[in-house]
């Protein structure tokens, strides 16, 4: 299981007899920010996406945790995230400024300074349909 955790971390833990409390748990490192987004990937279920208000989107190996294996940044909060379910690198994001991003993480990602471009960019519909 993962959960958000306040003020800024994601946690991964996993149910273990031995383990104190019943479980084991790994630190996704990679925010500032409190956020909402977060998944797993059904094609490669050691990765996790999340976002968060600080305008990352992160990708972690959740078996090791840590520094994320690939992020980037937008101007804007990511309300919420998803990774493709027809190809394990793709993951899109949804922003507070009404843009859904879809990002190849096969691609290096980005920093602040230089944010990875994302594959695809698209306006949210600005009137319900």
């Known amino acids: ?21 019943g479980c084991n748990f790994v630190e996704c490192l990679g925010h500032d920010k409190e956020g909402h987004g977060l998944e797993w990937s059904t094609l490669d279920t050691s990765r996790l996406v999340d976002g968060a208000f600080d305008g990352r989107v992160c990708v972690w190996d959740a ?7 690939w992020s980037t940044e937008w101007n804007f909060v990511i309300e919420d995230v998803a990774f493709s379910k027809r190809e394990a690198p793709v993951v899109a994001a949804v922003t507070t400024d009404g843009n859904i991003l879809v990002y190849d993480t096969r691609q290096d990602g980005g920093t602040s300074e230089s944010p990875a471009a994302p594959a695809l960019q698209a306006r949210a519909c600005e009137e319900p349909i």
């Open 1 to 21: 299981f993962a959960a958000k955790i306040l003020p800024s971390n994601t946690f991964v833990g996993r149910f273990d007899e031995t383990a104190t409390m």
């Open 63 to 69: 078996s090791v945790g840590g520094q994320p294996i």
